[in-house]
């Protein structure tokens, strides 16, 4: 299909992402004309410096009407905490800057509820008394079955229940060992709170994928079935957005259409300078930055053509392994090595004492100047924050040559139909021989 318009696209929306084995959840995606920009939500400080925090301590009492003001959803029986899934009202305006819907209940009163059952977690409450101290953490990603709300606007309304059985994908309301007797009216201002601190839930970027030269597929990886609803987008450097599951069809259409229009948009911006209009073309971009035009008579040896340069490119990092060049950090000389096995290593070019260190799959974004300078993206694996580096090389092409020749071999072996087809073509890579060494000199 050809989704080619003069416009560009830009659009913004609620999807589910599922990302390996984890169960999916909730993100928003927005749409600029050259990048699609993954966000999960978390809380953040924003008294003074904003800053990020595992865990935050808020302290609450309970009301004669209407016990805590809270719900919750959860438990270990779905390998999750329990999380805050609604706040009443009446709480929600006291309650606001350090308590939020998502986040989940690590402690109660020093009580460990990590690992505990729902209905372990309401027993503990009931039995809490008037006062409790709850250790909370954002769970930024919940599983999509607790159908949790994105903002807070969603009240819970008290209730007098205060006995049966919880469920732990039903909201359990917080308003337990409700004393008919207790004449003292516990309102809202009288909760103690955490003195200085304000916390905000807000939308950070998780993800972001360049879209020049970058595709989308609907079918699972080495088969021709077609996922319903969803769709991943693979960058040019093979970073991955993941699974991203659409809610309804017309949505996942719209989704389609509007990334094909802003990558076909790229594109023929950027190849504006083609030699002509034959069908069966293809450019090689040397390490210098000149580009080599080709072109054949059938689309048949086309394909063959692409297959004998991605085999030729797994075969070559597949013998080198790895690739170091010299770069330049804030006026100090550097170096960086690109392993096939461990990812990205910046150390000293003088000490040889390693900077930083990240695996393939940590690149989540990367950009360059078009002259010397390339800005890396990298997710650090304990905080889930994007982390920048910024590096400047002699000889841009050739690094960003081999970058994607490192990640088209990854891609490959992780291909079951490239390495059962690897035998069928070898023929065909020793002709690309030549062609080999514009990817990885």
């Known amino acids: 299909m050809d989704f080619r318009t003069a416009c560009e696209e830009t659009k913004t929306g609620i999807c589910l992402l599922q990302d390996g084995n984890q169960e999916p959840f909730k993100v928003r995606l927005h749409l600029a004309k050259d990048i699609l920009m993954i966000q999960e939500q978390d809380v953040i400080c924003v008294s003074g410096e904003p800053f990020y925090s595992g865990e935050r301590t808020v302290t609450i009492r309970r009301q004669t009407v209407g016990g805590f003001g809270l719900s919750i959803k959860g438990g270990a029986e779905h390998n999750i905490p329990v999380v805050v899934s609604k706040i009443s009202k009446e709480q929600r305006a006291e309650l606001s800057g350090l308590l939020f819907i998502g986040d989940a209940i690590l402690q109660i009163n020093g009580i460990n509820v990590r690992k505990c059952r729902h209905e372990e977690v309401v027993q503990v409450l009931r039995n ?3 006062e409790v101290t709850l250790t909370v953490s954002f769970l930024k990603r919940a599983p999509a079955f607790l159908k949790l709300p994105l903002n807070e606007d969603c009240a819970c309304a008290p209730s007098d229940q205060s006995s049966g059985t919880s469920s732990p994908l039903c909201d359990s309301g917080l308003h337990l060992n409700y004393h008919p007797n207790n004449t003292d009216t516990l309102s809202c201002s009288s909760w103690p709170t955490s003195p200085g601190l304000r916390w905000e839930k807000r939308w950070c970027d998780l993800r972001l994928i360049p879209l020049l030269h970058s595709r989308f597929s609907q079918y699972v990886p080495g088969t021709d079935l077609s996922r319903q609803n969803a769709f991943q987008v693979i960058a040019v450097d093979g970073v991955c957005s993941g699974i991203i599951q659409c809610l309804s069809a017309e949505d996942c259409v719209d989704w389609l259409q509007a990334i094909a229009t802003n990558i076909s948009n790229l594109t023929k911006h950027n190849d504006s300078d083609l030699l002509d209009r034959r069908k069966h073309c293809f450019t090689v971009q040397s390490e210098s930055g000149e580009d080599l035009y080709f072109s054949v008579e059938l689309e048949s040896d086309l394909a063959q053509w692409e297959r004998a340069f991605q085999t030729a490119t ?23 090595t690109i392993d096939f096995s461990t990812g990205f290593i910046c150390f000293d070019a003088a000490t040889k004492a390693i900077l930083w260190r990240y695996k393939f799959s940590q690149l989540k974004g990367s950009s360059d100047d078009g002259k ?16 920048a580096k910024e ?31 690897q035998a069928t073509v070898s023929a065909a890579a020793s002709s690309a021989t030549t062609s080999k060494a514009k990817y990885t000199t």
């Open 128 to 130: 809490a008394g008037e």
């Open 314 to 336: 797994f075969l070559e990092v597949e013998r080198i392994q790895c690739k170091t060049y010299a770069c330049v950090l804030e006026s100090h000389l550097m170096g960086l």
């Open 372 to 387: 010397s300078k390339i800005k890396f993206l990298f997710q650090n694996p304990d905080t889930k924050q994007i982390e």
């Open 391 to 421: 590096l400047e090389f002699s000889n841009l092409f050739a690094v960003l040559h081999c970058i994607h020749s490192f990640f088209a071999a990854k891609v490959a072996c992780l291909d079951p139909l490239f390495l059962g087809n």
